[in-house]
């Protein structure tokens, strides 16, 4: 049988000098329809848990990439402990454009699929990075975290305090994520016995950022303006599917659509009965394919704005050798 895909492995080196774990799942007969660029949960990596998803979405015709954070995965650091989100989005930023400017990805239409925290990492790469995307898959995104997995408030303010003290430490007290997560037991097992996903309680300095991130997503919604599918299941207890309906309500975004899944949880993509998540990615690749046959206008932008650039140039360089321009 003729090999239809090709999967690959590499680490490369952030700026802070961590291995970090990047994949990617590559149709080998044929050109991709398009890039797509995974941003996966809090505690989860992209090699294992992401497969699936990558999967169906390379039988769908499409490139996918990924990347384990740091403390996530098969990259550097202490398993579940992350010091900044911020160093987070810049690592995807950087290395999520170096596949873009490869010369076979060149020219490319190029969206971010995201779940849970990788939602709210998507959406602090789109404000990185406005204009470079041309869509986003934000899957139960964590804009706000949910009352049955944040602390009381009066909690929270002693562990803010107590951040720059014991940064590492397993102390916040939180429900079971993977008990909340997933619906389906087989897969809850799954997750438990991948050596690549953290269980234990959230680290201090990690939690403080998932919540410090989520409110400040959470004020500023209306600054989301790239196009966007957002999907959320109705008994969903880690993310908020009210901030995803108000991320609706309120992104600037001109191109948008929001999906609501009755009797689903927050694990969609892969913690459903297959039906369940047979009819999620009907959702996600039917958006996907009707914004890719739009055609990319993104590029025909960047073109655009290239050939303005030219022409100034050119007329700047006429003035300096004293010739008339009209």
Request: charged share 25%; aromatic share 8%.
């Amino acid at each position: 049988m003729a090999k239809t895909s090709s999967y690959e492995e590499e680490f490369i080196v952030n700026s802070r000098g961590l291995k970090l774990f990047t994949c990617r799942w590559l149709p080998a007969a044929g050109d991709p329809k398009a890039l797509i660029f995974i941003c996966h949960g809090y505690a989860m990596e992209c090699s294992v848990t992401m497969e699936s998803t990558a999967i169906r979405l390379l039988e769908a015709g499409y490139a996918v990439y990924g990347l384990d954070y740091e403390g996530h995965g098969k990259s550097g650091g202490m398993l579940g402990y992350v010091d900044s989100l911020d160093d987070v989005v810049d690592d995807c930023c950087i290395h999520f454009r170096s596949m873009c400017e490869r010369k076979e990805n060149k020219g490319r239409m190029r969206y971010l699929l995201s779940e849970s925290m990788g939602g709210a990492i998507s959406l602090l790469i789109h404000r990185k990075m406005p204009g470079f995307w041309d869509g986003a898959v934000l899957v139960a995104p964590m804009c706000k975290i949910a009352d049955d997995v944040k602390p009381p408030a009066v909690v929270v303010t002693v562990l803010t305090k107590l951040c720059s003290v014991i940064p590492t430490w397993k102390i916040i007290p939180t429900k079971d994520i993977i008990d909340l997560a997933f619906k389906q037991p087989h897969i809850r097992d799954q997750v438990r016995s991948n050596p690549y996903c953290y269980k234990g309680r959230p680290r201090l300095k990690t939690g403080h950022e998932l919540l410090r991130v989520s409110l400040e997503l959470e004020k500023t919604l209306n600054q989301v303006s790239l196009p966007f599918i957002v999907l959320h299941g109705e008994e969903d207890r880690v993310t908020d599917i009210g901030v995803s309906r108000q991320l609706y309500e309120e992104a600037s975004s001109t191109d948008k659509m929001f999906k609501s899944y009755p009797g689903m949880w927050h694990g969609l993509l892969y913690g459903e009965t297959p039906e369940n998540i047979d009819l999620v990615f009907a959702d996600i690749i039917g958006w996907l394919d009707a914004k890719t046959s739009e055609g990319n206008s993104r590029l025909e932008r960047e073109q655009k704005m290239a050939e303005d650039d030219d022409d100034h140039l050119a007329k700047d360089k006429a003035t300096e050798n004293g010739q008339w321009i009209k």
